[in-house]
T-cell receptor, first 109, second 116 residues
Framework: KNEVEQSPQNLTAQEGEFITINCSYSVGISALHWLQQHPGGGIVSLFMLSSGKKKHGRLIATINIQEKHSSLHITASHPRDSAVYICAVGPGTASKLTFGTGTRLQVTL | GAVVSQHPSRVICKSGTSVKIECRSLDFQATTMFWYRQFPKQSLMLMATSNEGSKATYEQGVEKDKFLINHASLTLSTLTVTSAHPEDSSFYIC????????????FGAGTRLSVL
């Protein structure tokens, strides 16, 4: 069993749909990251969470430390949101991250 | 946000040659840099962690003589793939973490290495 598991692995949505990607982890963490990787490979950090909820534009990330679970929500999805979304957790400062295998999102017109 | 520049973005080389990949933090001092490798449709795998001015810490199974890492300054780390072979073809990504945000890693855009 992977230490960080994401679901679903693949997701296809129509433009405008509300999207949820889930991440569960089994290790103790200090912070959880949501990353976005575009087809060219470059990675963008979306959020870093240690508790509660964060919002940036159409993206919302939540984390429940007790349940060891985080969700990434995309409201009013758009084709440009098509990417691989990766959840990663870290135990502490400047520490190595453990990555989930990613969720491949395709948003169609 | 902070910017990490990785160069080159793509490199094609012949088997047996060495390839150097640079990772620069453009607007902050990166006390720690991480090097990752990613195979197609797989997650990122940490290769090594480097702290400025000290030797890199390699993950189990990563050959330190094969993948040379230098972190000589607070803004630059390099990964050299020595005597590259086709099995070294992969996507290599660096990230940097600085004093101002110890839990935050800023990622480079990655380097796609193809060894012929």
């Amino acid at each position: 069993k992977n230490e960080v598991e994401q679901s679903p692995q693949n997701l296809t949505a129509q433009e405008g749909e509300f999207i949820t990607i889930n991440c569960s982890y089994s290790v103790g963490i200090s912070a959880l990251h949501w990353l976005q990787q575009h087809p060219g490979g470059g990675i963008v950090s979306l959020f870093m969470l240690s508790s509660g909820k964060k919002k940036h534009g159409r993206l919302i990330a939540t984390i429940n430390i007790q349940e060891k679970h985080s969700s990434l929500h995309i409201t009013a999805s758009h084709p440009r949101d098509s990417a691989v979304y990766i959840c990663a957790v870290g135990p502490g400062t400047a520490s190595k991250l453990t990555f989930g295998t990613g969720t491949r999102l395709q948003v169609t017109l | 946000g902070a910017v990490v520049s990785q160069h080159p973005s793509r490199v094609i080389c012949k088997s047996g040659t060495s390839v150097k990949i640079e990772c620069r933090s453009l607007d902050f001092q990166a006390t720690t840099m991480f090097w990752y490798r990613q195979f197609p449709k797989q997650s990122l795998m940490l290769m090594a962690t480097s702290n400025e001015g000290s030797k890199a810490t390699y993950e189990q199974g990563v050959e330190k003589d094969k993948f040379l890492i230098n972190h000589a300054s607070l803004t630059l780390s390099t990964l050299t793939v020595t005597s590259a072979h086709p099995e070294d073809s992969s996507f290599y990504i660096c990230s940097a973490s600085g004093l101002a945000g110890l839990n935050i890693q800023y990622f480079g855009a990655g380097t796609r290495l193809s060894v012929l």
